[in-house]
Every structure is written in C-alpha cells, then in structure tokens.
T-cell receptor, first 113, second 114 residues
Framework: QQQVKQSPQSLIVQKGGIPIINCAYENTAFDYFPWYQQFPGKGPALLIAIRPDVSEKKEGRFTISFNKSAKQFSLHIMDSQPGDSATYFCAAADTSGTYKYIFGTGTRLKVLA | ETGVTQTPRHLVMGMTNKKSLKCEQHLGHNAMYWYKQSAKKPLELMFVYNFKEQTENNSVPSRFSPECPNSSHLFLHLHTLQPEDSALYLC?????????????FGPGTRLTVL
C-alpha cells in the first residue's frame, strides 16, 4: 500500500527524444506527487510536482501526466538533452498526514549526444 | 555556503569505529531529515526533526544515533556498523513538515563499512 513502483530502471535515448518514466501507487490517500532529479555526486533536487486535481503539468521541457483512476503518473522530458542525463525519482505523499515522501526506486536516464 | 551541506563527503570505517556525519542547512528551515540511499532501492527515511525535536524514527537500528542541537545542524552518530550499512546518507531540510513543503537535499556522505 505504501509503495510507489517506478519503471523503467534505466533508459537510454537519443538527443531530442522524449523519455517517459512511469510511476504507480496504491494508496488513494496520496495527493502530492513530486519528481526529483539527481546528478552524480549531488543530492536529489525537486524538478516538478503535481496534485491529483489536474491531469497534466508542464514546466519548461518537463511534463507530468497524471491518471487518477489508474493511480499512475509519468514524467515526460521533451527535446531531451545530454545535460538531462541523471537519475529521476518519483515520490508520493499524503499531505493530510505527514511529511513522509514515499519514493520510487529511481530511473537512470542517459541522453546520447 | 548556501543550501544544505554535508561533511564528510566520503567516509570509510571499520565495524568497530565510531564516526559522525554532519549536516548544516543555510535555508532557515525548521525540519531536517536523514535518508539512506542504497542502489536500486527507494530512498529510506531514517529520522525527522522539527524545531530540534525528533518526530520520526523509522525503526532505525540503535547503532545510528541522531542529534539535532539546533534547527540548522543535524548529526548522525555511527557506531559498530555492519557492512550492509554502506550507502549514501542524505540530509534534507524543509520549511515545515507539511507534505508539500519541498525537501532540499544535501550532496550526501558516501559511507563504506569494511
């Protein structure tokens, strides 16, 4: 119930491609879904977040799609660049309760030049 | 220094050693966190402090002992660790403990237990 399942584990795309990372959850109490980006040697940094009252959110080249009925959400990176090569983590939180983020296992993305 | 800093960045210790990890946040936040990051596993929340008070201990073994002397500093004291404790230990902070309060992470301490 508390898990967030993330796939794929790793992903390689060509520059300009649109990598898609998927996450699924079971706990219907989750109502906040952030994505974090982590570069080697750095800590994770918040990239974009969504609440389930919207089906899509865009920030620059990054888009979250949210499907409440399927309990799934995904990150799309438009016109991907080699500088986007990083590990991406999805997370979920129940904001009526605590600060606890439940993280996915991460997706290592490599964008080839 | 800005953001969240952690020292040391790398640490190698034997199973009988005692060492401490340090975290400092320069963001004026009130909540601080310790996470464990292992390969192919989700980030594991270990401890949470809010206004210097511990609000969460996520069933962490007693060989890990946190200390929060003020809202800007957080320590993780380590003793008699096991090889399976080798991991990246991340510190984070947030303005409050609300679920939408963005957590800002430090770069982590890479710990190797021999």
């Amino acid at each position: 119930q508390q898990q967030v399942k993330q796939s794929p584990q790793s992903l390689i795309v060509q520059k300009g491609g649109i990598p898609i990372i998927n996450c699924a959850y079971e706990n219907t109490a989750f109502d906040y879904f952030p994505w974090y980006q982590q570069f080697p040697g750095k800590g994770p940094a918040l990239l974009i977040a969504i609440r389930p009252d919207v089906s899509e959110k865009k920030e620059g080249r990054f888009t979250i799609s949210f499907n409440k009925s399927a309990k799934q959400f995904s990150l799309h990176i438009m016109d991907s660049q080699p500088g986007d090569s990083a590990t991406y983590f999805c997370a979920a939180a129940d904001t009526s309760g605590t600060y606890k983020y439940i993280f996915g296992t991460g997706t290592r993305l490599k964008v080839l030049a | 220094e800005t953001g969240v800093t952690q020292t040391p960045r790398h640490l190698v210790m034997g199973m009988t050693n005692k060492k401490s990890l340090k975290c400092e946040q320069h963001l004026g936040h009130n909540a601080m966190y310790w996470y464990k990051q292992s390969a192919k596993k989700p980030l594991e929340l270990m401890f949470v402090y809010n206004f210097k008070e511990q609000t969460e201990n996520n069933s962490v073994p007693s060989r890990f002992s946190p200390e929060c002397p003020n809202s800007s500093h957080l320590f993780l004291h380590l003793h008699t660790l096991q090889p399976e404790d080798s991991a990246l230990y991340l510190c984070a902070s947030s303005q409050g403990q609300g679920g939408t309060d963005t957590q800002y992470f430090g770069p982590g301490t890479r710990l190797t237990v021999l």
